[in-house]
């Protein structure tokens, strides 16, 4: 490969707008950044890449506000989140609530343009978490993938002005 297929290449693999595109990918790159791929981390993705297609922001330009409740084993789902938009801590895109979920939700996340405008709520129930558990102990990171990105009834989502 000549030098410019090498910038070309590295151009592709560190741009902030491209993203993990096979399930592989996004598995090791769930891994890196979160420690394991759980079955949370899809779920966080599948939610964030929802929230992309649907709200009229360019990457990086998502908002994301994620309320845990107390009863949620950890905030798994905003690091998938994180990952498939873009938003970050640092970066002050990513805000994790001092405000608690109900009590009957594991997290709620709404996502919005940056620079205001109606966005998405996200609400993860309670009875997801059995299912999730199940997939945690039956199942690989990339199967992990393919069953929530083919669940049903693992999120609820609203409209938010």
């Given at each position: 490969m000549r030098l410019g297929g090498w910038f070309l290449a590295a151009l592709l693999l560190f741009s902030p707008s491209v993203r993990a595109e096979t399930p592989e990918d996004w598995a090791?790159?769930?891994?890196?950044?979160?420690?394991?791929?759980?079955?949370?981390?899809?779920?966080?993705?599948r939610i964030?890449?929802?929230?992309?297609?649907?709200?009229?922001?360019?990457?990086?330009?998502?908002?994301v506000t994620y309320y845990d409740n107390e009863r949620s084993p950890c905030a798994c789902f905003a690091d998938g989140v994180a990952i498939a938009t873009l938003a970050s801590v640092g970066q002050r895109s990513l805000t994790i609530a001092a405000e608690k979920a109900p009590p009957d939700v594991a997290a709620v996340?709404?996502?919005?343009?940056?620079?205001?405008?109606?966005?998405?709520?996200?609400a993860i129930p309670m009875s997801a978490l059995p299912r999730l558990a199940q997939m945690n102990q039956s199942l690989e990171p990339v199967a992990r993938f393919h069953a929530v990105m083919e669940a049903q009834g693992l999120f609820d989502v609203t409209p938010v002005e």
């Open positions: 090791k790159l769930g891994a890196r950044v979160h420690g394991g791929f759980g079955a949370f981390i899809p779920v966080g993705i964030g890449l929802d929230a992309a297609s649907k709200i009229p922001a360019a990457p990086r330009e998502l908002a996340i709404i996502i919005r343009p940056r620079k205001g405008g109606p966005g998405l709520r996200y």
